[in-house]
């Protein structure tokens, strides 16, 4: 509905054209909202807090909102959905079939309907990113630089006071670390706070511009920390970015590139080490590593048995699986406990089924290869996202990133970037990289 002068205050006006041209903005600082929120001890929280702690109630907030900003900004959901490709367009339908079908088979329909709507949600988020993006590319080119700056900036802060949180509390207390600390569900997963500010990161350590020497001292300053606080997952991801930005982009190809990584790695592991964490096995990564390297079981947390689980019960119901939030209730490897199978594959083939499952990964591998496509040609910007994709979608081979709004959301949002981009009158342009064409 259109508004005519004096319907909408100049204040409300200005803030919406700066939601507008800054989302991205917002994006980055929520690490810093999300530690705001749950900066008390958990046996104090509200009722809200206990919903954000458990399901990143925050970002869903953001996610819709960005829809809102979208829509406000002309956004055409059904004109969006008629651009997809045939091919693309019958694998999105036969996934939406399945979320729709999936929880009349779940043990709890509740849970498994709310996880269909909650992706329904992230849909709408790339529909409403890729609006924004294609609407006024300078416009997105300079909020997306800003995410890149400004999430390894504000990600290192959360880290570090939540670090002082910890020294506040007292490294020999009590207090179990292992599973209740400021700002974050669970201790493991610092790792996914972390892993988008360092996938950024290590590309900017390719570069050779200004930026680099912040950036290798902000990558450093976030793998220590992650580190540190014992997460693993993200480490392995970039090592799978790092090789495939070796044979992709000829910048990871550089002896300076090597060096810089190599040496930001190894400066980032010892001060992880150097700096004092409680006296819990759950913190640090490289001695979680070293520990580890003798007993693959522990090595892998357990994850060796919830695969195992996930394929058996895959299955038990193939066609159109368990129903999503799930996993815990129907596995007894998880002791009722592990909400996902810690790998995104299996985690979508076991809620879904190999029907949705499956559709849904053709459409992730059709938006990765339709990345790919123009790799020769994609600025440092773009470039930088493909990277980032690759590192998300590796750690969500060994973790559960692809159960969490915040590290679905950037990784949808890092594969909708270069397309988005791509050259090309933003009128004529369509999602013909999909399937079908």
């Known amino acids: 509905m259109a508004s005519g002068p004096g319907l909408i205050p100049p204040e409300l006006a200005r803030t919406s054209q700066w939601l507008r041209d800054n989302w991205m903005l917002v994006f980055a600082a929520h690490p810093l909202l999300r530690l705001a929120l749950l900066a008390e001890p958990p046996g104090e929280m509200s009722v809200f807090q206990l919903a ?37 367009k019958a694998l999105l339908l036969i996934w939406l079939a399945a979320l729709a079908i999936s929880p009349i088979f779940a043990a709890y329909p509740s849970q498994a309907i709310r996880n269909s709507l909650e992706w329904c949600v992230h849909g709408l988020f790339v529909a409403s990113a890729w609006h924004l993006f294609r609407r006024d590319k300078e416009k997105a080119r300079c909020a997306f630089g800003l995410f890149a700056d400004y999430l390894p900036r504000f990600t290192a802060l959360t880290g570090v006071l939540v670090l002082l949180s910890v020294y506040s509390i007292g490294l020999e207390s009590d207090y179990i670390f292992g599973y209740e600390i400021y700002g974050f569900a669970h201790i493991r997963h610092t790792g996914y706070i972390f892993a988008p500010a360092m996938a950024l990161g290590l590309y900017r350590m390719a570069g050779r511009n200004r930026q680099t020497r912040e950036a290798m001292l902000l990558f450093v300053l976030n793998a220590a920390l992650c580190l540190w606080f014992g997460s693993r997952g993200p480490f392995l991801a970039l090592i799978c970015a790092a090789i495939a930005g070796y044979i992709l982009f000829p910048e990871f190809r550089s002896p300076a590139f090597a060096l810089r990584f ?20 759950f913190f640090n990564a490289v001695l979680r590593f070293w520990h580890g390297s003798a007993d693959p079981q522990e090595f892998s947390s357990g994850r060796t048995e919830l695969w195992k689980d996930a394929m058996h019960f895959i299955w038990e119901r193939p066609f159109f699986g368990h129903g999503g939030s799930q996993f815990q209730h129907v596995s007894p490897a998880t002791n009722g406990m592990f909400r996902h199978p810690h790998d995104f594959p299996l985690q979508v083939l076991f809620d879904w089924g190999i029907v949705g499952g499956g559709a849904f990964l053709a459409l992730v591998a059709a938006l990765l290869w339709a990345c790919l496509k123009q790799r020769g040609t994609a600025p440092p910007q773009m470039r930088m996202s493909i990277i980032a994709a690759f590192c998300m979608l590796g ?23 270069p397309l988005a981009m791509r050259s090309g009158n933003a009128g004529k342009d369509t999602l013909q990289a999909h399937p079908g064409t």
Do not use: K
Request: charged residues 10%.
């Open 52 to 88: 954000e702690r458990f399901l990143w109630v925050s970002f869903w907030i953001l996610e819709v909102g960005t829809f809102l900003v979208a829509n406000r900004s002309g956004l055409d959901v059904p004109r969006f959905l008629r651009e997809i490709a045939p091919g693309g």
């Open 395 to 417: 750690f969500a081979l060994i973790d559960g990133i692809m159960f969490y709004p915040y590290t679905v959301a950037l990784t949808l949002l890092f594969l909708v970037y």
């Open 262 to 281: 190599g040496l930001a790695s190894a400066m980032a592991a010892a001060l992880s080490i150097l700096v004092p964490s409680p006296q819990s096995g």
